[in-house]
């Protein structure tokens, strides 16, 4: 019998965000990722930047507070902290590309144990692309991390020997945040960080269907 519980969308937040380190660039990308804003440690000097043209991103306004002419990537309102600025798309991807970023943090449909990435598209027929920035990011930034439930609403793992969905970068992603576990991907393949409590490592894998270094 299972004696553990999923981290919710917030704690699993609140994991990522405790890896950051201090002075950091960062990039957040659409969906789960943006709450990871939100639960940055206090004392922490973490510069957010989003790929439509903000560096110095805050975490979300109160209620009532929202101003939709400052807005992230995936469209929600954000705040600007002390000494944040706005600046035009290109300068944005230019940052992107040339490395200036310590760390992104993307959302996936399927990693592979070595690090490449799919989260572009699932390939079925009729589905909208939005690979957005993500082909920038995932190649550009010093780290890439990836925020996901483990498994899918089917029950299937997305972590994966071989990526089936077309691919957004490969060998890029080093680590894998989800609501049971944390994961780094190496050459040799998945290397355990950390579970929820009461999640042992043979059902861990098990639900992965593949081997884990500890």
């Known amino acids: 019998m299972s004696n553990y519980q999923k981290r919710s969308k917030t ?38 930047q989003s790929e439509n043209g903000i560096l110095g991103m805050g975490p979300a306004p109160v209620a009532g507070e929202e101003d939709y002419d400052l807005i992230n990537a995936g469209k929600q309102p954000v705040t600007l902290l002390p000494g944040g600025c706005y600046f035009h798309h290109a300068d944005s991807f230019a940052m992107m590309r ?3 970023l310590d760390i992104c943090v993307l959302g996936a449909f399927q990693v592979s144990s070595t ?46 020997k071989q990526c089936s969905y077309p691919l957004t970068g ?31 490592i043979t059902e861990l894998e098990r639900l992965v269907g593949l081997p884990i270094q500890q």
């Not at 950051?20 to 990722?33: C, E, H, S, T």
């Not at 709450?35 to 000097?45: D, S, Y």
């Not at 993500?134 to 439930?149: C, Y």
């Open 11 to 48: 704690e699993l937040a609140a994991r990522v965000a405790q890896d950051i380190f201090n002075g950091a660039y960062v990039n957040l990308g659409i969906g789960q990722p943006t709450l990871v804003a939100n639960h940055l440690p206090a004392g922490r000097e973490v510069v957010l």
């Open 98 to 100: 040339g490395g200036h």
């Open 170 to 200: 490969l060998a890029c992603v080093k680590r894998i945040y989800t609501d049971l576990c944390t994961l780094e991907c190496t050459l040799e393949g998945l290397r355990l960080i950390d579970t929820v409590p009461g999640l042992a």
């Open 115 to 160: 690090g490449d990435l799919a989260n572009w598209s699932t390939g079925e027929a009729g589905a909208i692309p939005a690979v957005g920035g993500a082909m920038d990011l995932a190649v550009g930034a010093k780290q890439t991390w990836v925020m996901m439930d483990l498994l899918t609403k089917t029950g299937e793992c997305k972590v994966v």
